[in-house]
């Protein structure tokens, strides 16, 4: 059973960075590809960033890309999202996601098995 709690959400202006963590509390962490995906209102849930079980392969969405860096450290059964200039565009709902997942389906929401509650991002101009 995997259970994701994320946190480190909050209010930035823009320029400034905020790192989201996500904790699972249970057994299987290490199995699992995990990805962080966001939700702005009125708008579809969004890819962000995923990474590998192992932790040696990463993708980050175009929009992304050079700002924000996933990491992951399975003895701590966390991943995190380290978000570096950020834009009032980057103001959502962040969640976490795990899942046994093939990277050429990582970027779609349906390829992960679990999900956090998420955690607010406001980025003011």
């Known amino acids: 059973q995997v259970q994701l709690v994320e946190s480190g959400g909050g209010l930035v202006q823009a320029g400034g960075s905020l790192k989201l963590s996500c904790a699972d509390s249970?057994?299987?962490?290490?199995?699992?590809?995990l990805g962080w995906f966001r939700q702005a209102p009125g708008k579809e849930r969004e890819f962000v960033a995923a990474?590998?079980?192992?932790?040696?392969?990463?993708y980050h969405a175009e929009s992304v890309k050079g700002r924000f860096t996933i990491s992951r450290d399975n003895a701590k059964k966390t991943v995190y999202l380290q978000m570096n200039s950020l834009k009032p565009e980057d103001t959502a709902v962040y969640y976490c996601?795990?899942?046994?997942?093939?990277?050429?389906?990582?970027?779609?929401?349906?390829?992960?098995?679990?999900w956090g509650q998420g955690t607010q991002v406001t980025v003011s101009s």
């Open positions: 996601a795990a899942g046994a997942v093939r990277a050429s389906v990582a970027h779609f929401p349906w390829a992960y098995d679990y």
């Open positions: 249970g057994r299987t962490f290490s199995n699992y590809a």
């Open positions: 990474i590998s079980w192992s932790g040696n392969n990463t």
